[in-house]
């Protein structure tokens, strides 16, 4: 599976953002996925999850309520869409799909990762 990750960008604080994660093939439905994101100068946080189904959610507390994860498995896409931003939303953000049973918040439970789509949040 490759992921393809894009939607990022400059954007004020308070502002929205959507990004995208376009997967290469039918079977990627099948996976759970999920948004990580790094910092300058910090390690590779977990930001969301959702299951192959689309019925299970779960977010990191730093954004929760603020960003939704979504799937739209006839396009083989991974949405978050990430609003009331903050300067410290300011991130390479990364998508990954998972066979693992369950949601994780673990990078090593994440077989497949995407190239990353920077995202600045201006003060």
């Known amino acids: 599976v490759q992921l393809q990750a894009s939607g990022g960008g400059l954007v004020q604080a308070g502002g929205s953002l959507r990004l995208s994660c376009a997967a290469s093939?039918?079977?990627?439905?099948?996976?759970?996925m999920g948004w990580f994101r790094q910092a300058p100068g910090k390690e590779r946080e977990f930001v969301a999850a959702?299951?192959?189904?689309?019925?299970?959610?779960y977010y990191a507390d730093s954004v929760k309520g603020r960003f939704t994860i979504s799937r739209d498995n006839v396009e083989n896409t991974v949405y978050l869409q990430m609003n009331s931003l903050e300067p410290e939303d300011t991130a390479v953000y990364y998508c990954?799909?998972?066979?693992?049973?369950?949601?994780?918040?673990?990078?090593?439970?994440?077989?497949?990762w995407g190239q990353g789509t920077l995202v600045t949040v201006s003060s």
């Open positions: 990954a799909a998972s066979y693992r049973s369950g949601l994780s918040i673990r990078e090593y439970d994440y077989n497949y």
């Open positions: 093939r039918r079977s990627s439905s099948s996976y759970n």
């Open positions: 959702i299951s192959w189904g689309g019925r299970s959610t």
